[in-house]
């Protein structure tokens, strides 16, 4: 067996982060054809479904938070601190303790409680614009309603802005930008914390139904770990949604046909949210490093081995599914699950809500947009870290 440095692959460095949409695909295709696994600078990325799904259920791969805050030189601060603590970085038990405290506000039966409150927003944002028949979508209903629902889901629905904000510099952590942006997001997770800490006092006064009742709660958690887990919502619940949002239209723009079958039968709505997740992963790459060495494939991943598995090839593996370079909302695509949420102790805990937002979103926009197509060039950002929909010109 040898060693996965020893082997020569093939590099994937040369796929510029600023190659997008139909081209980057065509470009990691290309490389999935050649070799289920490829080099990089900073790790191995793995290209195969079936290989990445079992890295990222194997417990002895760990996602390194940390090791990328040290590429980054930050070894020590409150950056670091909150990182150490933070639900990500947890394994074992420390991992299902802290994940089972925000478990009940992300069910399937609590995102279908939010459902009313939901469609309300996506209504109430769209007004403005309907009668004009164009908007651009990522700054009308794309970025607002995220951090709206996230702002539901903790009881605060005047603070929407304030989460927003606090999302953006809090995702900073994985964009290698903290040489520039490092004491605004130490300011970030400074003001987060303060904000939780005074929610929990109250909601301990006056609990209700939202989740930082849910945390000030539970026995099993202190202060900090709950300001941490709120993080972690905040960052992780926006920022992902506003782009999975603005791909989804974006397709639908870009597949008239699609479009006109969801407003035709409303009841593809789940599958047409599933095909969007399938086909436009936002979370291209997802990193996971050995915390021991691991064989997989008759090659060996030496403790300490960085690999990104690559959800932009796994969903399209012709393996897993078929036709896979195809979108189509009424294809039944069978058993296989796309990996955008991950997969094993680290699948997203938000899944569901994130799920919600997105059918409560087409399922008001397809019979109000008839004709939807793009109203301009759509401008995409890098597909490193949150693969983001900058804008997006839409008219129907």
Wanted: proline content about 7%.
């Amino acid at each position: 067996m040898q060693r996965v440095d020893e082997r020569a692959w093939p590099s994937y460095d040369h796929v510029d982060p600023h190659v997008t949409g139909a081209e980057f695909h065509r470009a990691l295709g290309e490389l999935a054809a050649q070799s289920w696994l490829v080099r990089g600078s900073m790790g191995f990325a793995v290209l195969d479904r079936e290989a990445g799904n079992a890295i990222l259920r194997d417990r002895r791969f760990a996602f390194p938070a940390l090791e990328l805050l040290e590429l980054q030189g930050v070894t020590e601060g409150p950056i670091w601190d909150r990182n150490a603590d933070g639900l990500m970085v947890q394994t074992g038990e420390d991992h299902a303790r802290l994940r089972r405290q925000l478990a009940p506000a992300f069910t399937p039966r609590a995102a279908e409680r939010l459902r009313p409150q939901l469609r309300a927003l996506v209504e109430e944002l769209w007004a403005p614009v309907q009668d004009a028949g164009r908007c651009e979508l990522v700054s009308t209903l794309a970025e607002p309603l995220p951090s709206q629902a996230i702002a539901a889901l903790l009881d605060v629905p005047g603070d929407a802005p304030l989460l927003a904000r606090w999302s953006v510099l809090l995702q900073e952590v994985f964009k290698f930008r903290l040489h520039e942006v490092g004491p605004q997001v130490e300011q970030a997770y400074a003001e987060v914390r303060a904000y939780v800490g005074d929610l929990l006092a109250r909601r301990r006064e006056a609990p209700g139904e939202d989740l930082v009742s849910v945390l000030a709660a539970g026995e099993a958690i202190t202060d900090d770990e709950a300001a941490t887990l709120v993080s972690s919502v905040i960052s992780g619940g926006t920022d992902t949604t506003t782009a999975q949002i603005a791909h989804g239209m974006r397709l639908f723009a870009e597949h008239p046909d699609q479009w006109r079958a969801l407003r035709e039968d409303p009841s593809l709505v789940d599958r047409a949210v599933q095909e969007v997740l399938r086909f436009e992963p936002i979370t291209l790459f997802t990193a996971r490093i050995a915390t021991e060495d691991v064989e997989l494939r008759d090659v060996l991943f030496p403790a300490g081995t960085v690999v990104f598995v690559c959800a932009a090839t796994a969903n399209r593996d012709p393996e897993a599914f078929e036709e896979p370079e195809r979108f189509d909302i009424t294809k039944e695509r069978g058993s296989a699950v796309p990996l955008t949420f991950g997969m094993g102790a680290h699948y997203c805990v938000g899944a569901y809500l994130a799920r919600a937002e997105l059918a409560e979103t087409f399922r008001h926009l397809a019979p109000l947009t008839p004709d939807l197509r793009l109203d301009g060039e759509p401008v995409l950002g890098p597909t490193t870290g949150i693969y983001a929909v900058e804008s997006l010109p839409l008219s129907w």
